[in-house]
């Protein structure tokens, strides 16, 4: 029973991650934004792995980051998909494609990406420091992020979903919050904590009237100059003022 559960899960967020595929493929940015890129086409491969290795239904929080970094998901198609967490700790590889148009600036190299995300090194160095396995890490938590898609401006420059324009946002956020509130349903975690701001309100507004709760933790950017301070620590303070407690895991 308890495999059913878990294939049920992962099947279940495999159609709602298609479907929001081909949604958000037939959605339009006005500049600033000039290149789009949506690693659940892409990369689909690399994503539907990562669920198929490490989503399960019953887990204690969803972790829920915001949109694809530049050389994390976009390059791996995992959340906060640093390719050395990913391929060396979380155990994925293999091929990924490119965008249909690509920025010249953020070229899509896949796991042969040199760059680091550090976003992403953080938060991954973090659940190996505190779980040793990926194993033991996912039986408690699933990484998710709230949207697919990651946009580049004219420069190269990383435009995030809050500061697109406002009927922009509309379509986007709709079927985003359709999506989150399919994937809790599928994992049905006791908590769903936003990493940063952003990720916390979007989640608060789509599971409003759901039984599970919100809460939210530090993002790990290096932007935000408090996550350069200790911010693992941070982040365990923030999650155990929701009720979860890392010694136990």
């Keep these: 029973m308890a495999d059913c559960v878990i294939l049920c899960s992962v099947e279940a967020l495999i159609q709602s991650s298609r479907a929001l595929c081909r949604r958000v493929e037939r959605m339009r940015f006005d500049p600033p934004v000039v290149c789009v890129y ?12 990562y669920l198929s290795r490490f989503a399960r239904s019953g887990v204690e929080a969803v972790l829920l980051g915001m949109n694809p970094g530049p050389f994390g998901m976009a390059q791996t198609g995992v959340p906060f998909g640093e ?4 391929r060396d700790w979380l155990g994925l590889e ?14 899509v190299l896949g796991f042969d990406c040199p760059r680091s995300e550090v976003s992403g090194r953080r938060l991954w160095s973090w659940a190996e420091k505190r779980f040793s396995s990926p194993d033991r890490f996912f039986e ?51 908590v769903v904590v936003g990493i940063g701001r952003f990720a916390e309100k979007r989640a608060a507004f789509a599971l409003a009237g759901h039984t599970v709760r919100v809460g939210g933790m530090l993002h790990p950017s290096p932007a935000n100059p408090r996550a350069n301070q200790s911010w693992a620590r941070q982040a365990e303070r923030q999650l155990a003022a929701l009720g979860i407690s890392l010694w136990a895991g």
């Design 38 to 49: 949506n690693p659940l086409r892409y990369a689909r491969d690399r994503w539907e792995d």
């Design 83 to 86: 390719v050395a967490a990913a």
């Design 94 to 107: 293999g091929a990924v494609k490119r965008p249909a148009k690509e920025h010249p600036a953020r070229p």
């Design 140 to 190: 408690r938590f699933f990484v998710f992020n709230y949207c697919p898609l990651l946009f580049l401006e004219q420069t190269g420059r990383n435009r995030t979903p809050d500061k697109l324009r406002s009927g922009e946002q509309a379509d986007l956020f709709e079927a985003c919050d359709r999506a989150l509130q399919q994937a809790v349903d599928a994992l049905r975690p006791r």
